[in-house]
RNA sequence: GAUCUCUUAGCUCAGCUGGUAGAGCAUAUCCCUUUUAAGGAUAGGGUCCUGGGUUCGAACCCCAGAGGGGUCACCA
């Protein structure tokens, strides 16, 4: 054990062993039988009734013979009263003076049995009879207090701490939890809302040999019996139309998705998308289907469908606004650019000053052109339609314009939150658009797809009409949850790996050689000052000399008048 | 990737023009039987992120590095 112990991780650990030698298995193995959670108790509060209860001890409040404590369990707190002579009987007092008052931290599992009541000031409380250990912590929680005016004193807040210990922050921020609780709520909503439609969940590899369904740099690992490359899925777009190819009506995945990209607010390598096919579909019901199923969310998981996004009010509410993206440009710039060519594109890119590459086509340009004087103006949600057929190579061509597709994209708060089409279904074109965009790829579009010769092929066999969506889960989960960072809505989030300091990587302590140095110049007593010249180190250097040999216990500096003496020890 | 910024006790943070580090909570010891972030008294606790440099002297100034956060670029 090399890792240094703070002062208080030592008494903790002292506690341990105490509890130990009196008998107290601090880590006892036998169930504990909880009958009652804390928020349940508060809302059904009657007194005098007998609860088990089993929690991290939160808070002491010692008043001689008698104190008050928190316990937290997985829904809040109550206050427990523990009152020496309720909890010990006999003449015995150990188990309150020691136990209790001085063996138990705050952070320590305990397991309780007693009796409702409510205290002088009206607070509802527990007093116990029973106190039982039922796990040390051997590490100090941060202590966050509330006063009665909600304000939160010390709280944990730092965003690197937070994120790396996850299950800290979980312990002292109750809102954290909650954010994750609504994130859990919001997936189970929407998978009831889908298997109730009859669709089918499924799962997909995430370890694919071909990386398709998405623009996106992957993830790229190695099978070493196969030894083939694998990659981590950018999408599972391609196995879900298989599985229409085969015969199912609608089928949807709650999938992770690994992109090797930047990482900032919005972005993380890994995150989930909802993706769903449903077979003889197109995007206009795919729009219904949407609106109607983020609503039921909303009411289910808020109860309203009005949500609060940073300074806006966003309403959930059916039917969403639709525009289509020419549209959409022309009422943002006034710019026409209905069957526009590349070249016309470029000079209209200029003119606006949106800012181009040599690599981008004709889609490319008009979703810069989208990006970046559209996108942010859709706050309450809005269903943008009809994306240039370059840029949607897995889309159907629109019904009434071949330079368009069958596409949608739902902006909330000036994000993309979905994306969905009338999936192509004809594999010869499929095949014609995919080849288009490996072109693209020799451009030097490094997002450019492979070409996923057996997905091809099942188109071959014929997939009926199908409408294809992908939800972002975690912008989902941020819009509702009010939060605008990604890492807020996921456990954990992905962060450069922490480094520990442990036996293999702290030095052992042994004396530097200036250390060793300057023990040779010293002899039985002398001036600090003497010494320091004798050395002939820099005043860095010094400094860092004599606090080294003062922590290792080799000298001793002490004060004679005003001189600084100096002795070996 | 560019740029700005932060890193001080277990936690939250002060720390002036460069002069050997402070507070509150937490911890330890003692007193206290219905308290509400903080009862009273006393005490201990520091690799000032790391490594160099400047200086008589560095938490503070300079350089390099690590980690975090913000903004921009790219992506969902």
Redesign the pocket.
């Known amino acids: 054990m090399a890792i240094?112990l703070?002062?208080?991780?030592i008494?903790r650990r002292q506690?341990l062993d105490e509890m130990r030698k009196r008998g107290i298995e601090p880590f006892p193995a036998a169930l504990f039988p909880v009958d009652t959670l804390s928020k349940q108790l508060k809302q059904d509060f009657i007194e005098r009734r007998q609860v088990v209860m089993a929690g991290r001890l939160m808070?002491?409040?010692?008043?001689?013979?008698?104190s008050?404590a928190d316990l937290q369990d997985s829904e809040g707190r109550m206050?427990l009263?523990v009152?020496?002579?309720e909890i010990c009987l006999g003449e015995d007092k150990a188990l309150y003076n020691v136990v209790f008052?001085?063996l138990l931290?705050?952070g320590d599992f305990i397991g309780i049995k007693g009796e409702t009541?409510?205290?002088?000031?009206?607070?509802p409380?527990v007093?116990i009879t029973e106190l039982h250990v039922l796990a040390k912590a051997v590490?100090?929680?941060?202590?966050?207090?509330?006063?009665?005016d909600g304000?939160i004193?010390?709280?944990?807040?730092?965003?690197?701490?937070r994120?790396?210990m996850r299950y800290v922050d979980l312990v002292v921020n109750p809102d954290v939890k909650e954010t994750f609780i609504k994130r859990s709520k919001i997936m189970t909503s929407m998978r009831n809302f889908l298997s109730n439609k009859g669709y089918l969940e499924v799962e997909t590899p995430i370890l694919q040999p071909i990386p398709g369904g998405?623009?996106?740099r992957p993830f790229i690992t190695h099978h070493n019996s196969l030894d083939t490359p694998l990659y981590l899925r950018i999408a599972n777009e391609l196995y879900l139309k298989r599985l229409i190819v085969g015969g199912f009506d609608g089928v949807f995945e709650f999938a992770k998705?690994f992109?090797n990209?930047?990482?900032?607010?919005?972005?993380?390598?890994?995150?989930t998308?909802m993706e769903m096919y449903v077979t003889y579909k197109d995007y206009k019901w795919m729009m219904e289907t949407t609106e109607q199923m983020l609503e039921t969310i909303c009411m289910d998981v808020l109860g309203t469908t009005k949500v609060t996004i940073g300074e806006n009010q966003v309403d959930f509410k059916a039917p969403f606004k639709r525009v289509t993206m020419i549209g959409a440009i022309k009422d943002h710039t006034g710019m026409d650019i209905d069957g526009m060519d590349e070249v016309h594109l470029r000079e209209v890119c200029a003119k606006l000053n949106v800012?181009i590459d040599e690599t981008m086509g004709k889609g490319?340009l008009i979703?810069?052109i989208f990006?970046?004087k559209c996108e942010g103006s859709y706050i309450q949600p809005t269903f943008i339609t009809d994306y240039p057929i370059e840029m949607s190579p897995l889309c159907k061509a629109h019904r009434d314009n071949p330079e368009l597709t069958e596409r949608f994209?739902l902006m909330v708060n000036g994000?993309?939150l979905a994306?969905a089409y009338s999936e192509l279904n004809d594999p010869i074109d499929q095949r014609k658009r995919l080849e288009e965009q490996a072109k693209l790829a020799d451009r030097g579009d490094d997002?450019a797809m492979f070409i996923d010769q057996d997905f091809l092929r099942a188109l071959e066999y014929g997939m009926p009409p199908t409408s294809g969506i992908g939800i972002?889960i975690?912008?989902l989960t941020m819009f509702l949850t009010g939060n605008d960072?990604?890492?807020e809505v996921l456990l954990f989030?992905q962060?450069?790996p922490?480094?520990f300091?442990t036996e293999s990587n702290?030095?052992i302590i042994e004396l530097s050689d200036e250390g060793k140095a300057v023990m040779k110049f010293l002899t039985e007593q002398m001036s600090l000052g003497d010494l320091k010249a004798k050395s002939e180190l820099?005043?860095?250097?010094?400094?860092?000399v004599t606090k080294e040999l003062r922590s290792a216990g080799k000298i001793e500096i002490w004060k004679d008048g005003e001189a600084?003496m100096v002795k070996e020890v």
């Open positions: 240094q703070s002062e208080q991780e008494q506690a808070s002491k409040n010692i008043m001689g013979k008698a008050f206050q009263y009152n020496r002579d008052k001085k931290d705050l009541f409510v205290t002088g000031t009206g607070e409380s007093k590490k100090p929680l941060p202590v966050v207090k509330t006063d009665k304000v004193h010390d709280a944990f807040t730092d965003p690197e701490l994120y790396r998405a623009a996106a998705a992109r990209e930047g990482m900032d607010k919005t972005h993380n390598p890994e995150f998308m800012p490319k979703d810069e990006g970046e994209e994000k993309e994306n997002e972002g975690d912008r960072s990604i890492q989030p962060m450069r922490e480094v300091q702290v030095p820099s005043n860095k250097k010094w400094d860092r600084l």
